[in-house]
């Protein structure tokens, strides 16, 4: 099921490339490594867009003022994902 906004509103984004690419680094890194996450507040709730491993320095997103930066192991991320593909 996609997130639910206080209006009862389905908000979805499109990931599907994202879980393949997550699932692909969880196979070879684990479920437990960290990853910066690039989130959004998009209609009431919290939209999860991209993502970077943690400790790698040369990845620092370009954030745009209404984005920032969420730390969370993978496997949460994933499950985030999942949950906001949901309708597509």
Do not use: H, W
């Not at 209006?7 to 969880?26: A, R």
């Not at 790698?56 to 999942?82: G, H, N, Q, W």
């Amino acid at each position: 099921m996609a997130f639910v906004n206080s209006y009862g509103q389905s908000i979805s984004f499109d990931c599907s490339d994202l879980i393949k690419e997550l699932k692909q680094d969880i196979e070879e890194f684990g479920k437990d490594i960290l990853v910066n996450v690039v989130t959004e507040n998009r209609q009431g709730v919290t939209i999860y867009k991209d993502y970077t491993f943690a400790d790698d320095s040369k990845s620092a997103f370009d954030l745009r003022p209404f984005e920032r930066v969420e730390c969370m192991t993978a496997s949460a991320l994933l499950a985030i994902y999942e949950q906001e593909n949901n309708i597509f």
